[in-house]
């Protein structure tokens, strides 16, 4: 191919998603299906195996174009192994990239999915150019990825930046990662719904209630009865921007960034949530360190995920974008 390209897969908890991505920020191609973990590790890996070859034959991409995958985690990129998946039920110590490897024949790049929307705002999104960043990503989960000095910080064994699991209340709920009092236990679809189911069984929401009709609460229906103006229902966005703003503060302090930036499908309720964020944050972060500090929402939306998978592609196959961000 002409222009240097890769081939981007996002794995999500509820959905997988696939395109070309070009050095410009084109995205061409792209595919995507439900995720469908319920089914178990070996369903999945061939609909992401799936999903590459239709990108790969509809671009006609050569073999020389890698593939940049971005997993939840806690993961190793060096060895391309997903540890364990909070969300993903029965995926434990999956070696995801030589699997890939074999099955497409090509360079498979792997990196934990909140990193991966953290390079891809730096290098396409909202945070372009900046070199202090705290990412998180709200979705069925709660990913997270932080660049300091123009550095992604990965930690040990890549493992590192799990602000998802950052503890906030020492008597919190329990979380999926086995954890109490998690970030991601107040901020996250997940955790959304569950507080909504609570609202609807109690009564306290009639509009929650009428939504799930008898079925399961979502995410999506607690945010619809919030922005409807359903006061239980926004008092579930109020809780977790406070929560939220507890964990991310002690993140300012300690990191003194130049922006944090918000994405993932639970911030599509926008000021809903990230307006009791900014008020509680300059309540729990040092102020003449907060003052300094852009709150933005991604500008990435639903393609954060492709755009990091690609933009980790390209920085480790020493791409156009080799030294814009420091992997490590």
Same mark, same amino acid.
């Given at each position: #191919?002409?222009r240097?390209a890769?081939?981007?897969? !996002?794995f /999500?908890?509820?959905?997988?998603?696939?395109?070309?991505?070009?050095a410009?920020?084109?995205?061409?191609h792209?595919?995507?299906?439900?995720?469908?973990v319920e089914?178990?590790?070996?369903?999945?890996? !061939?609909?992401l195996?799936?999903l590459?070859?239709?990108?790969?034959?509809?671009?006609?991409?050569?073999?020389?174009?890698?593939?940049?995958?971005?997993?939840?985690?806690?993961l190793?990129?060096?060895?391309g192994? *997903?540890?364990?998946?909070?969300?993903?039920?029965?995926?434990?110590?999956?070696p995801l990239?030589?699997?890939?490897a074999?099955?497409l @024949?090509r360079?498979i790049?792997?990196g934990?999915d909140?990193?991966?929307?953290?390079?891809?705002?730096?290098?396409?999104?909202?945070?372009? /150019? &900046?070199?202090?960043?705290i990412?998180l990503m *709200?979705?069925?989960?709660?990913?997270?990825?932080?660049?300091?000095?123009?550095q992604? *910080?990965?930690g040990?064994?890549?493992? @590192?930046a799990?602000? @998802?699991?950052l503890? =906030?209340?020492p008597?919190?709920?329990? &979380?999926? &990662?086995?954890?109490?009092g &998690?970030?991601?236990a107040?901020?996250s679809?997940?955790?959304l719904a569950r507080?909504?189911?609570?609202?609807?069984h109690s009564?306290?929401s009639?509009a929650?209630?009428r939504?799930a009709?008898? @079925?399961?609460?979502?995410?999506? #229906?607690?945010?619809e009865? $919030?922005?409807?103006?359903?006061?239980?229902?926004?008092?579930?966005?109020e809780?977790?921007?406070?929560?939220? $703003?507890?964990?991310?503060a002690?993140?300012?302090?300690?990191?003194?960034?130049?922006m944090?930036?918000?994405g993932?499908?639970?911030?599509?309720?926008?000021?809903?949530?990230l307006?009791?964020?900014r008020?509680?944050?300059?309540?729990?972060a040092?102020?003449y360190i907060?003052?300094?500090?852009?709150?933005?929402?991604?500008?990435?939306?639903?393609?954060?995920?492709?755009?990091?998978?690609?933009?980790?592609?390209?920085l =480790?196959?020493?791409?156009p974008?080799a /030294?814009?961000v420091?992997?490590?």
């Amino acid at each position: #191919m002409a222009r240097p390209a890769a081939i981007a897969i !996002d794995f /999500g908890g509820t959905n997988l998603r696939a395109a070309l991505v070009t050095a410009e920020g084109a995205i061409l191609h792209r595919v995507n299906t439900p995720t469908r973990v319920e089914e178990g590790v070996q369903p999945v890996i !061939d609909r992401l195996v799936n999903l590459a070859e239709q990108v790969i034959s509809a671009s006609g991409a050569g073999p020389e174009v890698p593939v940049g995958v971005v997993a939840p985690g806690p993961l190793d990129p060096d060895e391309g192994v *997903i540890y364990f998946g909070p969300n993903l039920p029965g995926w434990r110590n999956v070696p995801l990239r030589a699997i890939l490897a074999e099955r497409l @024949g090509r360079r498979i790049v792997i990196g934990n999915d909140g990193n991966g929307a953290a390079l891809g705002e730096a290098i396409f999104g909202a945070a372009r /150019g &900046c070199r202090h960043l705290i990412h998180l990503m *709200i979705g069925t989960g709660l990913g997270s990825g932080i660049i300091s000095h123009g550095q992604l *910080i990965e930690g040990y064994r890549g493992l @590192g930046a799990e602000v @998802g699991h950052l503890p =906030v209340d020492p008597y919190g709920p329990r &979380c999926h &990662c086995g954890g109490a009092g &998690c970030l991601e236990a107040y901020v996250s679809g997940w955790a959304l719904a569950r507080d909504g189911e609570a609202l609807a069984h109690s009564g306290r929401s009639e509009a929650i209630r009428r939504a799930a009709a008898g @079925g399961p609460v979502t995410a999506e #229906m607690v945010t619809e009865a $919030a922005q409807a103006g359903d006061e239980a229902a926004r008092s579930v966005f109020e809780s977790a921007g406070r929560a939220l $703003a507890v964990g991310l503060a002690g993140l300012v302090n300690v990191f003194n960034p130049e922006m944090i930036v918000i994405g993932g499908g639970v911030a599509r309720a926008g000021d809903l949530l990230l307006e009791p964020l900014r008020r509680w944050l300059r309540y729990y972060a040092i102020t003449y360190i907060v003052d300094t500090v852009r709150v933005l929402p991604s500008a990435l939306g639903d393609d954060a995920g492709v755009y990091g998978a690609a933009a980790r592609a390209f920085l =480790v196959s020493g791409g156009p974008f080799a /030294g814009t961000v420091r992997l490590g």
